[in-house]
């Protein structure tokens, strides 16, 4: 039988000022996982998978802001398969590393950033091995820790934030309702909305080119026409 082993990931994005508009649907996965019921594993009931932050804040801040700010799906469903996993994070490009010298480029000019040197590891804010990973993904150069859980083959899980202090989106997130009005302050120089990007299928020789994903103005989307490239 196999069993999904659950990163904490993180998130990256750009700040904008205007309020973001999530689709109805959207709002209706948040609800969903505001009240998720035992966990049998279906979307109605997915499984609830428990992440201590306390010591990886910052990658579990990420996450959560890809969630609340780009509408990044927070219900996902498990397909197994170590060829699967890796084929999806080769098409959403985690596979690529992106935030190693050389820095992927970006549709535009400039590269990618991080906002910590040794955050290096490119990770899926949704999970590689979900039907919902893949390419169009939020990719977040993370540090090395990370926590983890399980799930069968075919069933839906989402995940549960604990030891969120100093993981304001988070702690947004686990409120019943979930509370969207944090993405619209700064939380400082190193605040996840800031360093959100997606790896486009444009090139620059035989680059790929990445986008920044900026808040406001970008949402999640696995469909590449409705990113607003040039």
Same mark, same amino acid.
């Given at each position: 039988m196999q069993f999904l082993t659950?990163?904490?990931?993180?998130?990256? !994005?750009?700040?904008f000022t205007s309020v973001l508009s999530l689709p109805v649907s959207?709002?209706?996965? =948040?609800?969903?996982?505001?009240?998720?019921?035992?966990?049998?594993?279906?979307?109605?009931?997915p499984r609830v998978l428990t992440i201590d932050c306390t !010591?990886?804040?910052?990658v579990c801040n990420a996450q959560c802001a890809a969630i609340l700010c780009f509408g990044a799906p927070s219900v996902m469903?498990?397909?197994?398969?170590? &060829?699967?996993?890796?084929?999806?994070?080769? &098409?959403g490009g985690a596979g690529s590393?992106?935030?190693?010298?050389p820095l992927a480029k970006l549709v535009g000019g400039g590269?990618?950033?991080?906002?910590? *040197?040794? %955050?290096?590891?490119?990770?899926?804010?949704?999970n590689a091995c979900a039907a919902e990973g893949g390419f169009g993904v939020l990719i977040s150069p993370v540090d090395a820790a990370r926590n983890s859980g399980s799930v069968q083959d075919g069933q839906y899980f989402t995940k549960s934030y604990t030891g969120t202090a100093s993981a304001p989106y988070c702690a947004a997130l686990m409120k019943k309702p979930a509370d969207q009005s944090v993405c619209k302050a700064s939380q400082g120089t190193?605040?996840?909305?800031?360093?959100?990007?997606?790896?486009?299928?444009?090139?620059?020789?035989?680059?790929? =080119? %990445?986008?920044?994903?900026v808040y406001g103005k970008h949402t999640y989307s696995t469909d590449?026409?409705? %990113?607003?490239? *040039?």
């Open positions: 659950l990163a904490v990931l993180a998130a990256l !994005s750009s700040q959207e709002f209706s996965e =948040l609800e969903q996982r505001d009240n998720p019921a035992p966990g049998a594993g279906t979307l109605a009931s !010591s990886v804040a910052e469903k498990y397909s197994a398969g170590k &060829a699967s996993c890796t084929a999806q994070r080769t &098409a590393s992106p935030f190693k010298a590269t990618v950033t991080t906002p910590n *040197p040794s %955050w290096v590891s490119p990770e899926d804010t949704t190193t605040d996840p909305k800031d360093f959100m990007f997606r790896r486009t299928t444009q090139k620059q020789g035989n680059s790929i =080119l %990445w986008q920044k994903v590449e026409t409705k %990113w607003g490239l *040039p």
